[in-house]
């Protein structure tokens, strides 16, 4: 069990620094593909048509918060996502609907295994996407999208100030692109994705102001901060492969996800690059308006 | 084809400022110290000048000036010192404020300077506490002991602030005391605990909620940033019995932190008389990081003024000054508790 965690966390952290600089979906559009013809493995969704993929995640993260410590933690990391695509009426601008669900769980320890933090986190993240191109090789979708995060990091070397929390309510822009293709007369999909809140509320507290201060007192307030990709940088990338295997589609994918906030004069980086593996299932919504 | 390459780049160009944005670093950020005895003797140095809270009060009454404190203890420091070694210069530089609150914990030790309380006489018997108590004393929670004196006098210890007295257990304790005609209780060498055990045993001493003291927390990096102040109200337990009789709180240079709290909560309050020596202090609410080896280091982060604007960092002044007397001790006798007992025995005579 411990090499697999070795391995996957060697792994994973070798992916995402390299893929911190420039998202997968970037160099993919900007590179001339050479992709065949559609291919059965992966479409958008029809109208009242859902698709949606259920996976495991497992990787690492990593987190330095100055509220809580100076150093720098990580570890391995495991969760759970729930990816899904809707079509809605063709006529529509934003025709497709997502969204993206997921909750992970991370115990990491500082460079000289002195000291462990915890990490909890959830976020949900939902799109409205229009087809910006089309067509039987490649799907780019772009539109606007908002996104929930918070992840919660508990110091368990701290004594007054234990936990923190970082997190947002932002709307942002979201690209997804599918490009279908055979390899070695297998036919597969390719799908990535990037989100980037522009404008929202992010929550930290005010410097040292103690968690206590805003309980006791009901000051919240100063807690909340207007937050920009200048001082909340945060993406998701998701990168992932469809592969058909007996009648079962399955999706083997790597996503990253980062917030590097400076609110309330302290900085957070958190990020955690987990590798997914789901299935997906497609399914016939009800007719809402009938 | 041509909007598709549009589209491309497009949204390739968004996706690049996007990622500059994502990779701005502040000085803040960057400001990381490398696992050296010189980086951690900055980053403790450094921690403490941006988040400790006392430093002009610390100034004002010891002199300590923080930027001379780094020069002089960056000359002990070098990259070939022992780990243990560069503890002791370590803790020696946070000792220099005087704060019990300022530790440093390593695997092999805690650093602390306890200077507030040793610096004094003690003030305080646990043998005499004992013989006072007796052996048929009610334990009325972790570290809450009470018996009722022969001149029907209520003597209630509580050694320490951990933990939470119930309000069963109070509505019981003031029940069995509901003849007595004071109340004494000796807090001396409580070191502390939770603010809100401190808070919620003062609030059964009050008939109307009034505020006892102010606090605010630091905004920012420099000295004297700190927030706006928030005040504390007293508000009276309601749901359980109160105590409106003379009270005699007894303190000494060992009440530290919450016993500190609680020492000038009392203080505030009309019926209740601080007897004994000055509190050892601790005004300042504790938080803690951690140094680039492991090491965590506690410090003061947000400081409390009592109800009138004093800053309780060095102690609680008693309203009436005491000290142990040697010849009562001889005699098998606490000049504290008999004090408090003549002083609520007087106001029997004299209301």
Request: glycine share 8%; net charge negative; hydrophobic share 40%.
């Amino acid at each position: 069990m411990k090499i697999i965690q070795k391995i996957l966390t060697m792994v994973s952290s070798r992916c995402s620094d390299e893929l911190s600089g420039l998202s997968a979906a970037l160099l993919l559009m900007l590179l001339p593909v050479s992709a065949l013809a559609q291919s059965g493995v992966w479409y958008l969704p029809e109208h009242n048509e859902t698709v949606r993929v259920i996976s495991v995640a497992a990787g690492n993260a990593f987190a330095r918060d100055t509220y809580l410590s100076a150093s720098r933690y990580d570890g391995w990391a495991i969760g759970l996502e729930g990816d899904s695509w809707t079509g809605y009426r063709p006529d529509r601008l934003f025709s497709y609907g997502r969204s993206l669900s997921s909750v992970f769980f991370s115990p990491m320890t500082n460079r000289l295994d002195g000291g462990s933090t915890l990490e909890a986190g959830i976020s949900d993240y939902l799109a409205f996407l229009w087809p910006a191109i089309r067509n039987n090789r490649q799907d780019l979708l772009i539109g606007p999208s908002a996104m929930f995060k918070a992840n919660v990091l508990y110091n368990r070397q701290n004594s007054n100030n234990p936990v923190n929390g970082a997190g947002y309510l932002a709307g942002g822009l979201s690209v997804d692109y599918s490009l279908r293709f055979s390899l070695l007369r297998y036919d597969m999909a390719m799908q990535a994705t990037f989100y980037a809140p522009l404008a929202g509320l992010g929550f930290a507290p005010d410097y040292d102001q103690p968690y206590w201060y805003m309980y006791n007192y009901g000051d919240y307030g100063k807690a909340l901060h207007f937050i920009t990709p200048f001082n909340n940088p945060a993406f998701l990338q998701q990168v992932a492969f469809v592969l058909p295997c007996r009648g079962t589609r399955f999706r083997v994918g790597y996503s990253f996800d980062y917030i590097g906030n400076r609110l309330g004069g302290h900085s957070r980086n958190i990020f955690n690059g987990m590798f997914t593996i789901g299935c997906a299932l497609r399914f016939q919504n009800k007719e809402w308006n009938q | 084809m041509k909007r598709e390459i549009y589209i491309r780049l497009t949204a390739s160009v968004v996706l690049i400022l996007l990622m500059v944005a994502c990779s701005q670093k502040t000085e803040r950020e960057d400001m990381e110290f490398s696992n050296t005895p010189a980086g951690n003797f900055l980053s403790l140095w450094t921690i403490m000048d941006e988040r400790y809270c006392f430093f002009d009060l610390k100034k004002e009454q010891l002199g300590v000036d923080w930027d001379e404190v780094q020069e002089r203890y960056a000359a002990s420091i070098s990259n070939e010192m022992s780990s243990k070694s560069l503890f002791e210069v370590l803790c020696s530089m946070i000792g220099e404020l005087r704060d019990g609150h300022v530790n440093l914990t390593s695997p092999y030790d805690y650093g602390r300077n306890w200077s507030w309380k040793t610096d004094y006489p003690s003030n305080y018997s646990a043998d005499l506490r004992e013989k006072y108590l007796g052996k048929d004393y009610v334990i009325a929670g972790d570290g809450y002991f009470y018996r009722i004196l022969d001149d029907n006098i209520g003597y209630l210890v509580v050694e320490s602030f951990g933990s939470f007295i119930s309000s069963n257990r109070i509505n019981v304790m003031f029940g069995n005391m509901l003849l007595c005609n004071g109340l004494i209780i000796d807090i001396r060498d409580n070191g502390g605990g939770d603010l809100r055990a401190a808070e919620f045993l003062a609030s059964h001493f009050t008939e109307k909620s009034l505020p006892v003291s102010y606090s605010c927390y630091k905004t920012g990096p420099g000295h004297n940033d700190f927030s706006k102040l928030y005040t504390n109200i007293l508000t009276p337990a309601k749901e359980d019995m109160r105590w409106i009789k003379p009270v005699v709180l007894l303190t000494n240079r060992g009440c530290f932190s919450s016993a500190n709290d609680f020492a000038f909560t009392m203080k505030a309050l009309e019926n209740v008389t601080l007897m004994g020596d000055t509190t050892g202090g601790g005004g300042g609410l504790p938080m803690s990081s951690e140094l680039p080896n492991g090491w965590v280091v506690r410090f003061s982060s947000a400081p409390t003024y009592d109800s009138e604007m004093n800053d309780v960092e060095f102690g609680v002044a008693p309203d009436i000054r005491l000290d142990m007397d040697d010849d009562d001790i001889k005699a098998g006798k606490d000049t504290y508790i008999e004090r408090a007992r003549k002083f609520i025995n007087d106001k029997l005579v004299n209301p």
